[in-house]
Structures are given as C-alpha cells and as structure tokens.
C-alpha cells in the first residue's frame, strides 16, 4: 500500500499558529467574563451591562406600552392587539374543526340550578312569548316567519355539555331543540346558508351576534326551546335561543327574534367591545 500522499514532508514542521480569539471568546470577554479580565474588571463590566439592559427593557416596555395605548382603535380594541385576536384567530380555526364533537354527558349529570348570566336583549317591556315569531331573511322569498309550535314540530336533538363563559365559570348543562342544519334543510335555505356568515339577534335587536357559516351548521349547534327536559325558562332565553357548543358562551344568543346570512361579517355585540369576534372552542 503506497500511503507516501498522506506523509507530512519530512523536515518541514508547521510554524505553531497563535490561537486567535474566536467569536465566542471574544463575547465572553465584552461580556465581563474572560480569564484575561482581573476580578474587579469582570464585576465592573457586569454591573454596566445588567443596567444598560434593565434601563434599555425598560425604555423598550415603556415605550410599546404608549405605542399599544395610543394607536388607533379597531373594533373596541387597539389596533395592535386586535392584530394579535386576527392572528389568534387564524391558528385556531383549522385546528378546532366544526366537525370536532364536544363532549357530551349523561343528561343525569347535568346541572339542576343553571345559571343565568347576560340579559342583554331579553327584558323589553310588553314582549309577548305567546305571538313570537321568528324572523328568517332568504334571498328571494322575503322573511319567513315561523312560530314556536312550528319548530317543534322538527327533529329533536338533546344533549348535556359543559357550557363555558368567558368570564371563567363553565357548568354542565342540558339543552334541547331543533338542529340549526335540521331547520336549514326543512325551510330550503341551503342557498343563504352557503353565505360565509349567519346574524343572529334578539327581537329588540339590543343583541346581536355573528357566526361563521360552518360553526352554525356544525352538528350540535341547536336552535333550543328546552333546559334541563322543560320548557326554556325566560332568563335563559324563551322561547327559542341558541345552543353552539363549540363557541364561548357569548355567542350562544337568548331570545332569537331574527335571522339573517350574508358574506358580509355581521355586527357583533361583543366584538363590537373588543372581545374576539370568533370566540371559538
Ligand atoms: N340576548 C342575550 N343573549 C345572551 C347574553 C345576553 O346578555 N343577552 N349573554 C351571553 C352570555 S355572555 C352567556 S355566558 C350566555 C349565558 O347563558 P345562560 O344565561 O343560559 O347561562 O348567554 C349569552 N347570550
Ligand atoms: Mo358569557
């Protein structure tokens, strides 16, 4: 085996090349940590950096907090948080599908006290549950009214989940009515419900709220004339309100008396606030 290539020339030895700091010695040095620094000098470079960057955060924090305060308000929000929601919104909207189920429970666990919370909307004075109708705009058959007997008439679809509010408390509770996919199909408004959104809003219009297309026909989502195997009691929302569990409970409207679709983003109340307009689960 000839191995001559791989031999060093003889006599020839490499001059001994001086190591040259490298980037990392050199960081290690400017920041006070350097076996070439005396003690004293090591402390001293130290001190001057942890101040420079506490008064440098500090400036920086100080100054985004202006930056956050004064920019221009969208949607009840500042801008720059309102950009934050948007990008919220973009993640989690592929991830919680409208076809992901909530869980449901046995209806023998749900609560017997539910708990009323929001009454925007639902105390009008001389309002009459017994000559409700609910109001639907189509696109070319003018609005549909539609009594409460009516829709009763309709599939039935019951089930308890946990109903969660934003403000922080969640309760298992049980709710029946009619499917919202149900009631599209029954009153031929496959057409408006290819529209991108669904209005919703009480009889006053006091509340009001806006729902991705997709969340609405989602398979749990209830128009519900039924808590706990009764009649709708009126603090929750009588006679007809909606139940769309894979939203927060802001969405989840009290006495609908319009309906509506559009491609358009309707108005939302708390949206409107400065709340998350999807306020998906
Ligand atoms: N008309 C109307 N619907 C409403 C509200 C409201 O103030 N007015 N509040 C919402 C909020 S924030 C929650 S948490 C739920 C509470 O429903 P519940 O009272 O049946 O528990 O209703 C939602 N629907
Ligand atoms: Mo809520």
């Known amino acids: 085996m000839n191995n001559k290539a791989h031999t060093p020339p003889s006599g020839s030895n490499p001059a001994p090349i001086s190591p040259r700091p490298t980037f990392r010695d050199r960081l290690r040095k400017a920041m006070g940590h350097s076996d070439d620094l005396s003690i004293q000098?090591?402390?001293?470079?130290?001190?001057?950096?942890?101040?420079?960057?506490?008064?440098l955060l500090g400036a920086a924090a100080w100054k985004s907090w202006f930056w956050i305060k004064d920019a221009a308000q969208s949607d009840g929000v500042q801008a720059p948080l309102r950009k934050g929601l948007n990008i919220n919104e973009k993640i989690l909207k592929p991830t919680l599908s409208p076809n992901h189920l909530a869980k449901t429970y046995p209806t023998s666990?749900?609560?017997?006290?539910?708990?009323?919370?929001?009454?925007?909307?639902?105390?009008?004075?001389?309002?009459?549950?017994?000559?409700?109708?609910?109001?639907?705009?189509?696109?070319?058959?003018?609005?549909?009214?539609?009594?409460?007997?009516?829709?009763?008439?309709?599939?039935?679809?019951?089930?308890?989940?946990?109903?969660?509010?934003?403000?922080?408390?969640?309760?298992?509770?049980?709710?029946?009515?009619?499917?919202?996919?149900?009631?599209?199909?029954?009153?031929g408004l496959e057409r408006e419900?290819?529209?991108?959104?669904?209005?919703?809003?009480?009889?006053?219009?006091?509340?009001?709220?806006?729902?991705?297309?997709?969340s609405a026909l989602h398979p749990q989502t209830l128009l519900c004339y039924e808590m706990t195997g009764q009649p709708l009691p009126p603090e929750h929302g009588a006679p007809l309100r909606l139940i769309i569990p894979v939203k927060y409970g802001v969405k989840n409207l009290k006495r609908i008396g319009k309906i509506f679709f559009s491609n358009?983003?309707?108005?939302?109340?708390?949206?409107?606030?400065g709340y998350d307009y999807y306020c998906g689960l």
């Not at 090591?42 to 101040?51: C, G, K, L, P, V």
């Open 264 to 273: 358009d983003r309707p108005r939302d109340y708390w949206f409107e606030r």
């Open 109 to 187: 666990q749900a609560a017997r006290n539910v708990r009323p919370n929001g009454n925007i909307g639902t105390h009008a004075q001389g309002f009459d549950p017994s000559t409700w109708q609910l109001e639907v705009a189509t696109l070319d058959r003018g609005v549909l009214t539609i009594g409460i007997d009516e829709l009763k008439q309709l599939p039935k679809t019951e089930f308890a989940f946990e109903f969660k509010c934003i403000e922080g408390w969640s309760q298992v509770s049980w709710w029946g009515g009619v499917k919202f996919s149900d009631f599209i199909h029954h009153y």
């Open 193 to 214: 419900a290819a529209l991108t959104y669904v209005g919703l809003s009480t009889p006053d219009d006091k509340y009001y709220v806006g729902i991705d297309t997709p």
């Open 41 to 55: 000098k090591q402390i001293n470079r130290r001190t001057f950096i942890s101040f420079s960057a506490f008064f």
